[in-house]
């Protein structure tokens, strides 16, 4: 019902910038909730953002100030990561949510996308 596609990613000095997006491929259902999480190996998976549709986004107090989510249309939304810190240093997966008639949630993940925050 939902196939997420993540991009974006990759190494970055600290204080830098980087961008993730993931779109859901599968447009004929459009989530409900889109955002990302984050993942250390080892770690409980933590919330980065979420956007629920015709709402707000609502963010990590680690990340306030420093992240933007946008939710650019139904199906795409992206992740703008500034002033990026090693303690940032995580798999990121890509989040959405869909709610059926009977308000049953189903929950969907991207594969995941690396970010490397070092010098």
């Known amino acids: 019902q939902v196939q997420l596609v993540e991009s974006g990613g990759g190494l970055v000095q600290p204080g830098g910038s980087l961008r993730l997006s993931c779109i859901n491929s599968e447009s004929r259902f459009s989530p409900d909730i889109m955002g990302w999480y984050r993942q250390a190996p080892g770690k409980e998976r933590e919330l980065v953002a979420t956007h629920t549709r015709g709402g707000t986004a609502d963010y990590a107090d680690s990340v306030k100030g420093r992240f933007t989510l946008s939710r650019d249309n139904a199906n795409t939304v992206s992740l703008q990561m500034n002033s990026l810190e090693p303690e940032d240093t995580d798999v990121y997966l890509c989040?959405?949510?869909?709610?059926?008639?009977?308000?049953?949630?189903?929950?969907?993940w991207g594969q995941g996308t690396q970010v490397t925050v070092s010098s």
């Open positions: 989040y959405a949510r869909l709610t059926d008639y009977t308000f049953r949630h189903y929950d969907f």
